[in-house]
């Protein structure tokens, strides 16, 4: 999907998200709603689609040594970004589609089941940002 869908569809969420919770301030959502872009960053580079950029690993990190609501709602950000990048059509699924895991000390895509390896890989990383977010909501 193409980066203004990405952010439209982020400001709609999180508007969304912002209507039905009296713990999320408009203002508390501009973030994460930038964050949406965060996984095409490197998009003209020849890592674009790494594991890093198109995950939650990093903010999950942060999350973990500070877990604050802004964080959760950028992991839901880039959770976002990753369910909105996901491609149900097998035949669709090549090229730039496939997430670049390491291996062997360079980013190389996955061989044989690349395809369903990535989609697995964004839908894990999108439920895992819900996730986040449910239980840091649960907290507060």
């Not at 999907?1 to 501009?30: C, E, R």
């Not at 939650?56 to 369910?83: D, E, K, S």
């Amino acid at each position: 999907m193409d980066k203004p869908y990405h952010f439209w569809i982020g400001v709609i969420v999180f508007t969304v998200i912002n209507l039905m919770s009296s713990q999320i301030t408009i203002t508390l959502i501009a973030i994460p709603v930038a964050m949406t872009l965060f996984p095409d960053l490197d998009a003209n580079t020849p890592y674009h689609r790494n594991f890093l950029t198109h995950g939650i690993l990093v903010w999950l990190v942060v999350w973990l040594f500070n877990p604050i609501l802004l964080t959760a709602l950028v992991c839901l950000g880039v959770g976002l970004h990753c369910f909105l990048d996901i491609n149900i059509h097998s035949e669709q699924q090549k090229g730039f589609y496939l997430i670049k895991f390491r291996k062997k000390g360079l980013f190389k895509r996955f061989k044989g089941r690349q395809g369903l390896l990535s989609t697995l890989w964004l839908l894990f990383n999108f439920i895992g940002s819900v996730v986040i977010l449910v239980i840091q909501l649960k907290v507060i």
